[in-house]
């Protein structure tokens, strides 16, 4: 690992950057609720000192805890994540808790509060310290390696079982225990990429070196892994095609994991016979499935052919008697809604408040993009997507500082899945790829998305520390004993 | 293994990217496209925030926004109920349709001409407010017109409408069955409004189709008029002749046309254009056609407005078609508005309205000024030639054939007489294949000062022109007349 000294970061701790960001990020959550509220009542929100409160408390003690005991950490992912925590809080406050300040607005038997959000924000931040507290060395997660695989796979699996599992618009990712519901997909993820971290450090030299090549007369085209070594895509693509594509509906998560498999996959061998391969493989299966998935066949209409009225299901379509696919299938309203907020907010948006998002299906969960789209405008919606990409970017520079191979995979995966997971995401509401369902990291409300969010920051926090911390100096005085950094 | 870390950062970078790009085109490129998308029903609710401007009909409005007690929304009425429910329309949550619709920038004061206007009432405070919109409809005409038109339309379908010659202005669009816009805008009960609006959509007799200006139809022997324009266009006169048996034997085969009357038109010697109008003969109007041959009823068609649009009437109108005849066959048939021939009720009443301002044909309007809400007049309409469809001669001589039309011993519409004032008029009965026959009469009067031009039309009447249109014809013509 030569090349790794000229990638090393310099050991320096930048805590008080950290701080000024951190305050300009809750600063920020705080000017939205109260544009927000201002928007609605003319007033200053009754509750805002119920959220702001705990809000920068809990980001001031989480700051402070770095300060202790990651000091060396990353002085951007705080601030990042509380940003995009923090406006995803505020948006929810402004569909949920807003409306119900004016009598005209409120809607009778509502529930829902942003107030659920800060609390598994607070819950979330609390496992957040507990693993950077705990987790001193994360090359020790590489030992068990196997058994993490079990978990993810038995993770993902969990939903299947009749009782515990259930489906949430079509997708069986859902489980409920009795108290709460989660969606075991989210920890899974991480746990996948674990497993793959360590087992690719120990297998990176078979899957990298030996390889059969494949030719057209003398010229040598591609280079293919053996038979054998092919067995972990195999099952990779196997999992992800029958369980999650066929049995769950779960396309969303399904996309996200071969994904991560195939970046990790590359960044153990750097040969590109493996994406060819999986790409392959995947879409392939894709095409192979497409007439006998429903599911699957609906998503890609309604994003090919979204404003087609018979898709759409327009006044006219729906007055007339004939058998339109959006009364047979399913419609684009969504995705097209959605389109017609971010439309509707042009460059500078309408102002927090200020626009319609609460006609918006699904606003608080995969469309609480567009939300932002219309309100915040393609100002505030590019500042949300840097905000996301600074976040990767800081992770995958984590991944060219680390030592340690098992590091890198490690911090290059978490960093690409937040990445991707972006993509997918957001991609999806705004018609780039077909709508599949999965959660903007730290944005979107729900406990599970929120958490294993924390979860991947509370990793990459450890991470950047372990790696920016000054090496060890030997003590001199005490004669010939090294120290050796723990 | 820096490399491969390096690719991977660059690869999710250019991810963001994509998004990035993507949401640049969706908000700043395609945005105006997106507001504007007819599946937009973006604002709708803050529509009705808005003190929309009334709608005047002869200085009574008939549709005017009140605000919701204890609301910020405002209600619209209507007090006519029905009656203006076509060429109106209505305002709620689906969209304003017809002149609701049409001159909804006035309405709500969102035009850029009450820009100023509404920048002056910010500044003072006082609340922005729409545009009055007022019609040139003639509230008699019109009653009289549905009153008529209802009692006469077997199949409870039809439209009328009626336009002041010498402008274009249009006295009356009646369309039946029509529907009542209270029952579809009460802001009080939404759930039922739109329980009645999806009812209404789905009705197969459509009544939310405005069939003055939106259904075409074939308009039959009405069409004779223009086929015998473009004879005297053509250097015939009123009085020139040519072959009218009982049957026609057509050029290509196929079933021979006969008369309606089963006889020959003069008693089997060649008859004039006159007479064939009067009788509404369909042999020598056939042989007309095939005479002029297609290019030359084309561009009389053409003339009168058929294929050519007809933009800011403003209500959106459908084109009338005289496509060029395939052969033969079809032009002999287009010839007597059979064939592939078809025309709204307005056209037709263009038609009859540029006969009777000496061959010109003036751009029909319905809206005819717009006022801010200081009663200042913001837009208004002047009367505009729309074409010159046939000279002066050929209009008075088609004027005395059609006047034989109501008031000759053999006259086909007698039913459109009016006591003391003549009347120039062509019945039409149109042949539908699988269902009964479409009613016409066009008509203008008095013949030797037109003051209002008309076509009916009873959509599958299953009775002749003369007595099944010709009397709603009458009754608002006379309702012009005698104001």
């Known amino acids: 690992m030569s090349e790794g000294l000229t990638t090393a970061l310099p050991p320096v701790k930048r805590r008080n950057a950290e701080l000024v ?13 109260i544009s927000a509220g201002l928007a609605y009542t003319g007033e200053l929100p009754p509750s805002l000192f119920m959220y702001a409160v705990p809000f920068a408390g809990m980001a001031l003690l989480a700051h402070v805890f770095i300060r202790f005991f990651a000091p060396y950490a990353d002085p951007l992912l705080l601030p990042l994540a509380t940003l995009l925590n923090g406006l995803g809080i505020a948006m929810l406050w402004r569909i949920l808790d807003a409306p119900q300040l004016v009598p005209e607005f409120a809607s009778e038997g509502a529930t829902e509060s942003s107030m659920t959000q800060l609390m598994l924000t607070a819950g979330s931040m609390v496992v957040f310290a507990g693993i950077v507290f705990f987790l001193k060395e994360p090359r020790t997660l590489q030992r068990y390696p196997y058994l993490i695989g079990l978990a993810a796979v038995v993770l993902l699996l969990l939903p299947l079982l009749p009782g515990l599992g259930f489906s949430v618009n079509g997708a069986r990712q859902w489980i409920n225990l009795g108290f709460t519901s989660l969606q075991p997909s989210e920890f899974a993820k991480i746990a996948l990429v674990i497993f793959l971290a360590g087992y690719m450090v120990t297998k990176r030299d078979v899957l990298a070196l030996v390889s059969k090549p494949i030719k057209i007369g003398p010229i040598k085209v591609l280079e293919l892994p053996r038979m054998r070594d092919m067995a972990p895509m195999a099952a990779m693509w196997g999992f992800c095609i029958i369980v999650l594509v066929i049995l769950m509906n779960d396309l969303g998560t399904s996309l996200l994991l071969f994904g991560t498999f195939l970046a990790m996959i590359y960044v153990a061998t750097q040969r590109s016979s493996w994406i060819i391969l999986g790409l392959t493989a995947f879409f392939g299966a894709c095409a192979l499935l497409y007439p006998f998935v429903p599911h699957f066949r609906v998503r ?23 058998e339109a696919f959006c009364k047979v299938s399913g419609t684009s309203q969504q995705l097209v809604g959605g389109l017609f907020a971010m439309g509707e907010g042009g460059i500078l948006g309408a102002g927090l408040g200020g626009g319609e998002v609460r006609g918006i299906i699904e606003v608080q969960n995969d469309f609480i993009f567009t939300a932002f789209g219309e309100e915040l405008g393609l100002t505030g919606v590019m500042v949300m997507l840097m905000a996301l990409a600074l976040l990767a970017q800081r992770g995958m520079r984590i991944a060219l500082a680390s030592r340690e191979l098992f590091v890198k995979m490690f911090a290059s995966g978490i960093s690409f899945l937040i990445a991707f997971q972006t993509f997918v995401v957001i991609g999806g509401v705004t018609r780039v790829i077909p709508m599949t369902g999965a ?5 979107a409300k729900g406990g599970s998305a929120l958490l294993s969010s924390w979860i991947m920051l509370a990793l990459l926090v450890r991470m950047s520390n372990n790696a920016r911390k000054p090496a060890p100096v030997a003590i001199q005085d005490e004669g010939a004993t090294q120290v050796i950094s723990r | 293994m820096n490399k491969p870390i390096r690719r991977l950062a660059l690869f999710s970078l250019a991810l963001f990217g994509v998004l990035l790009l993507n949401v640049t085109w969706i908000q700043a490129v395609q945005a105006q496209w997106l507001q504007d998308h007819e599946f937009n029903r973006r604002g709708a609710a803050e529509q009705f925030r808005v003190p929309r401007g009334p709608i005047l009909v002869a200085n009574e409005q008939i549709a005017y926004s009140e605000l919701i007690e204890g609301s910020t929304q405002y209600q619209r009425f209507y007090p006519a109920g029905d009656l203006y429910s076509h060429p109106v329309g209505v305002f709620n949550p689906f969209g304003p349709y017809g002149v609701e619709r049409a001159e909804n920038s006035f309405l709500d004061g969102s035009d850029n001409r009450l820009l100023v206007r509404n920048f002056l009432d910010t500044l003072t405070g006082s609340e922005q407010k729409g545009a009055t919109v007022a019609l040139t409809l003639n509230p008699d005409a019109q009653q009289a017109g549905l009153e008529a038109i209802k009692n006469n339309s077997p199949s409870g379908k039809g439209a009328a409408v009626a336009l002041d010659p010498s402008t274009g202005a249009i006295l009356a669009a009646v369309s039946i069955p029509n529907y009542d816009p209270a029952a579809v805008s009460d802001m009080s009960d939404t759930t039922k409004s739109v329980e009645t609006w999806d009812s209404l959509n789905s009705n197969e007799n459509k009544p939310l189709l405005n069939r003055a200006f939106n259904e ?15 004879a005297l266009e053509n250097g015939e006169t009123i009085d020139s002749t040519i072959d009218a048996p009982e049957t026609l034997e057509m050029p290509n085969g196929g079933p021979a046309l006969p008369n309606a009357f089963g006889s020959a038109c003069n008693g089997g010697a060649p008859d004039s254009i006159a007479h064939s109008l009067e009788r509404s003969c369909n042999t020598s109007m ?32 459908e084109d009338s078609h005289y496509p060029p005849p395939t052969d033969d066959n079809d032009l002999a048939r287009s010839g007597i508005g059979q064939g592939s021939v078809q025309a709204t009720p307005l056209q037709m009443a263009m038609v009859a309205g540029g006969i009777a301002n000496g061959g010109q044909v003036m751009k029909p309007y319905m809206v005819s000024e717009v006022l801010g809400p200081d009663a200042a007049e913001i837009a208004s ?13 050929t209009a008075n001589q088609l004027t005395e054939a059609m006047i034989l039309v109501t008031e000759g011993a053999e006259g086909s519409g ?16 149109a042949e539908v294949s699988g269902a009964q026959t479409h009613n016409w009469f066009i008509s203008f009067a008095p013949a030797d000062d037109p003051q209002v031009a008309v076509a009916v039309v009873i959509e599958n009447g299953g009775g002749s022109g003369g007595t099944l249109a010709a009397p709603v014809a009458k009754a608002i013509m006379e309702a012009v007349i005698n104001e």
């Open chain 1, 300 to 322: 890609m209409i309604t994003w090919l052919d979204a404003f087609n009225p018979d898709v759409y299901c327009s006044d006219a379509v729906m007055a007339s008697a004939d």
């Open chain 2, 216 to 230: 075409l139809y074939p308009p039959g022997s009405t069409f004779k008029v223009v086929t015998a324009a473009a």
């Open chain 2, 414 to 429: 007698t039913g459109g007489q009016i006591p003391g004032i003549q009347v120039a008029g062509k019945t039409g009965t």
């Open chain 1, 21 to 33: 960001m951190l305050l300009l990020a809750i600063g920020i959550t705080m000017f939205a609720m």
């Open chain 2, 286 to 317: 056939a042989n007309w056609a095939l005479k002029l041959g297609g290019t030359a009823m084309t561009e009389q068609a053409q003339a009168f407005g058929f294929d050519s649009g007809l933009p800011g009437v403003p209500v959106p109108v």
């Open chain 1, 439 to 443: 959660t903007i990291p730290f944005v």
């Open chain 2, 381 to 393: 309409t002047s009367p505009e030639v729309y074409s010159q469809a046939v000279s002066s001669s």
